[in-house]
């Protein structure tokens, strides 16, 4: 099937792109997420109006990703979160948990989607993640997860 992103989305594109994905992908998980909208000809002149709205939210140039790169590195993040006796939590950290983190410990904002986790965060203690800032800059953020 042929969509139009609407967002961002790992591994497949950026928004405004035009991609191939199969059926079931597109019907169960990125139309109903509102992370893409299906091709039509009509549709065709959207992603002109995508494109541009992507340019004013994404960052520029590769200077200054790495200036927002040196920045999320050196803020120190602490997450307060609800635990058991043994260390685990209950549910997991979630990326916009992490998004608003940074931002409360004085860093910039980013976005939620742009935050990679290797694997869910269910435990206390220390974790990193990687935040994609541009396609060629990726920051490494230490996350400090303590028991609230």
Known sequence: MKIILTHEVSGLGAA??????????ARNYL????FAIR????????????????????IATIEQANEIKARLEGVRVRLAVRSGDAGRLFGSVTPADIASAIKASGGPEVDKRR????????????????VRLHPEVAAKVNIEVVAA
């Open 39 to 58: 091709w039509t000809k009509g549709g065709e002149k959207d992603v002109e109006q995508i494109r541009r709205a992507r340019k004013i939210h994404e």
């Open 16 to 25: 405004g792109d035009v991609v191939d994905v199969k059926d079931g992908y």
């Open 115 to 130: 935050i990679e986790l290797g694997s869910p965060i269910k435990t206390l203690g220390a974790h990193e993640t990687s």
């Open 31 to 34: 139309i109903p997420r509102n």
